[in-house]
């Protein structure tokens, strides 16, 4: 569920239709200080409500927080809104990953949806998958599991941020629709397994440097993973699993005797001994036999 579902502090909203009054409370900012934004800036609402009405969509309130925080940050109000908006002719300077980390977690503990979406999108911009995952995703997330290990049930503010970050990788690999068509990398989960986060960044960070490659998602039976594989001929299947309970090295197995390269990904392949198939548990190093696979 995204910002386009919320109805409580993130924002209301059937279909990402967001009133003036709402989008005002979430910025912080007064009614009459969004009135001016629009008509000095042209950053009014996109959307035509019902009547004379106009409404706010999700991608106008990214914006509008993205120009909020450039704001925040010394920027004044015109070349922010420009930035936010358009990005033409305008040199913004560069936000030190440790105040993007800041900002991302005030947000994601405050389950300010909308913030969370703005804040992920603009690391995407700026730094790609890789390295958001790397420097600004992984240390939360390290840091709710250690509140989680130490009592504090944080599952609120976890759930926002996964399900954020899988919405925002979706907007952010959507720029790469246009890969060339040779045959690819093709990721996949093991058919039990539920987190796939690290794959989805996988994913991403692949078509960042011009690899093909294609995610099947989540809770795909194996009979259909297999059969996909065959039509699609890929160079390479990365086959996820988080633990141990979700490995299927049958499948594996499988896809191998359809004589098709795999790779076994992720902490639930630690100590497996799978014939023929390299184990990687980390992002640089799938990256690097994904690409050698896909250059042989």
Not at 39 to 59: F, I, K, N, Q, W
Not at 230 to 258: H, N
Request: hydrophobic share 45%.
């Amino acid at each position: 569920m995204g910002v386009e579902e919320m109805n409580g502090r993130g924002g209301p909203v059937a279909g990402g239709a967001w009133t003036p009054g709402k989008v005002a409370e979430v910025l912080g900012v007064s009614p009459v200080t969004l009135r001016t934004w629009a008509a000095r800036y042209g950053v009014g609402p996109t959307l035509r409500g019902e009547g004379r009405h106009r409404r706010y969509s999700d991608t106008d309130v990214r914006k509008l927080q993205h120009m909020q925080r450039l704001i925040d940050r010394g920027i004044p109000a015109r070349e922010a809104a420009a930035a936010a908006f358009s990005g033409a002719g305008v040199t913004i300077p560069g936000v030190p990953v440790d105040r993007l980390v800041g900002e991302l977690e005030q947000a994601t503990e405050d389950l300010e949806f909308a913030s969370i979406a703005a804040l992920l999108d603009e690391a995407l911009d700026a730094i790609g998958a890789a390295a958001t995952w790397a420097e600004v995703l992984l240390p939360i997330l390290r840091r709710l599991g250690h509140r989680w290990a130490g009592g504090d049930v944080c599952f609120e503010s976890e759930w926002a941020l996964t399900t954020e970050i899988s919405l925002a990788l979706q907007r952010y690999v959507a720029r790469f629709a246009t890969v060339p068509t040779e045959r690819g990398v093709l990721i996949a989960c093991c058919p039990d397994e539920r987190h796939s986060l690290p794959v989805e960044v996988l994913r991403a960070s692949l078509l960042e440097i011009g690899i093909p490659a294609l995610y099947l998602g989540q809770l795909v039976p194996a009979e259909t993973m297999a059969g996909l594989a065959a039509k699609l001929d890929p160079v390479l299947v990365v086959l996820w699993s988080m633990s141990a309970g979700t490995v299927d090295v049958l499948l594996c197995e499988r896809l191998q005797r359809q004589e098709i390269e795999v790779a076994v990904a992720g902490p639930g392949w630690e100590g497996l001994n799978v014939h023929d198939a390299p184990w990687v548990n980390d992002l640089t190093t799938a990256l690097d036999v994904a690409a050698a696979r896909f250059k042989a």
